[in-house]
T-cell receptor
Framework: AQSVSQHNHHVILSEAASLELGCNYS??????LFWYVQYPGQHLQLLLK??????LVKGIKGFEAEFIKSKFSFNLRKPSVQWSDTAEYFC??????????????FGRGTQLTVWP | SAVISQKPSRDICQRGTSLTIQCQVD?????MFWYRQQPGQSLTLIAT?????????ESGFVIDKFPISRPNLTFSTLTVSNMSPEDSSIYLC????????????FGPGTRLTVL
């Protein structure tokens, strides 16, 4: 069965600290990869996505993620977090884009708390 | 991007009753989906809402429990039937925008509590 694993369930950082959230998936075929964010009281928003090409993708608000195919990973990074980054972060994957268009499989989510 | 609204935003229901959740998109979209997010867990895809035909359900979800309609390209409903406390969850509607392949937009969710 396919699955998406997020290693950290809750991360607590101080402002200006660097962030890396882990995401691994278990599927040997073609994937599209996403990171979504859910700020308190708001709906899910797309942070960034990877379809093909440069494995280092940049998203909104200074976030970036690197796709490492050999490690089945798509870790999210930000060099310096802000209090406003406090939110829940979800890694998600679409498998074999042509046959499963739109069917997202989500990781469990990581709650990030940033202290001012 | 597509803007998605859901009604109701939350509800408290009695065991054995049914609730229909509405999802409205402000533009025509290629595909619509329904997800469930149970307390402390991730989002789980329930089904793909197909326009003009029966929904496509994921493993573990059946039409009798979660009937879905999609009469046109901007609207869908999900009914949670014969509810039990285990159905307490957040139900989210999402849509894939025509022209933005695989980029999925989400509604605000409906928080359902079953007593």
């Amino acid at each position: 069965a396919q699955s998406v694993s997020q290693h950290n369930h809750h991360v607590i950082l101080s402002e200006a600290a660097s962030l890396e959230l882990g995401c691994n998936y278990s599927y040997g075929g073609t994937v599209n990869l996403f990171w979504y964010v859910q700020y308190p009281g708001q709906h899910l928003q797309l942070l960034l996505k990877y379809f093909s090409g440069d494995p280092l993708v940049k998203g909104i608000k200074g976030f970036e993620a690197e796709f490492i195919k050999s490690k089945f990973s798509f870790n999210l990074r930000k060099p310096s977090v802000q209090w406003s980054d406090t939110a829940e972060y979800f890694c998600a994957v679409i498998l074999d884009r042509g046959s499963t268009l739109g069917r997202l499989y989500f990781g469990r989510g990581t709650q990030l708390t940033v202290w001012p | 991007s597509a803007v998605i609204s859901q009604k109701p935003s939350r509800d408290i229901c009695q065991r054995g009753t049914s609730l229909t959740i509405q999802c409205q998109v402000d533009s025509q979209v290629t595909m619509m989906f329904w997800y469930r997010q149970q307390p402390g867990q991730s989002l789980t895809l329930i089904a793909t809402a197909n326009q003009g035909s029966e929904a496509t359900y994921e493993s573990g979800f059946v039409i009798d429990k979660f009937p879905i309609s999609r009469p046109n390209l901007t609207f869908s409903t999900l009914t949670v039937s014969n509810m039990s406390p285990e159905d307490s969850s957040i139900y989210l509607c999402s849509a894939v925008d025509r022209g933005l392949e695989n980029e999925q937009f989400f509604g605000p969710g409906t928080r359902l509590t079953v007593l």
